[in-house]
């Protein structure tokens, strides 16, 4: 079988920047959801944040391993209101430079709790480049049919840009 991808809808921030990026009315037609993430913070925002169904209960559980370059770590979050540690370059990070993440989720439209997964990194011509890899659990069975990435403070900087696939397998 084979995977095919359809561009569900995109954003990309104009001047001035914006405090949320949300895709709305997705439609349950495909397998899976990816979202892929180009991000810049307009003041010291380190991470995206992401809601799904605009579900602020606290539902939401991760794992989470990471890396700066001389360390490793892990975390365990369980209860949360949201997903975190989607990564962001902050606005005191080397001009110009962008993070990259992508979110899965499969089975996105199933009648189970909805598991994630998501991986970004950040670049800095400096210190402080980090890379996150993140394992979640969204405890509803609903199907999720939006998803909103919000800065952890501050907000996304002009040209920061989102895509929305949908996965169906052909």
Not at 157 to 162: K, L, R, V
């Amino acid at each position: 079988m084979a995977n095919t991808m359809t561009l569900i809808a995109s954003s990309t921030v104009g001047s001035g920047g914006t405090s949320s990026i949300d895709f709305t009315s997705i439609p349950s037609t495909y397998t899976d959801l990816q979202l892929m993430l180009s991000a810049r913070g307009a003041s010291t925002a380190l991470y995206a944040n992401i809601k799904l169904n605009n579900s602020s209960s606290a539902i939401y559980s991760l794992r989470t391993i990471y890396g700066d370059g001389s360390a490793a770590a892990s975390q365990n979050d369980s209860g949360a209101t949201y997903f975190e540690r989607f990564l962001m370059v902050s606005s005191a990070y080397t001009a110009n430079t962008f993070s990259n993440g992508m979110l899965y989720i499969p089975n996105y439209a199933g009648s189970n709790n909805k598991s994630v997964m998501f991986d970004s990194v950040n670049e800095n011509n400096a210190t402080a480049a980090q890379s996150f890899m993140v394992a979640g659990l969204w405890a509803s069975t609903a199907a999720i049919n939006q998803i909103t990435l919000t800065p952890n403070t501050g907000n996304f900087a002009q040209y920061s840009t989102a895509y929305l696939y949908g996965v169906k397998n052909a």
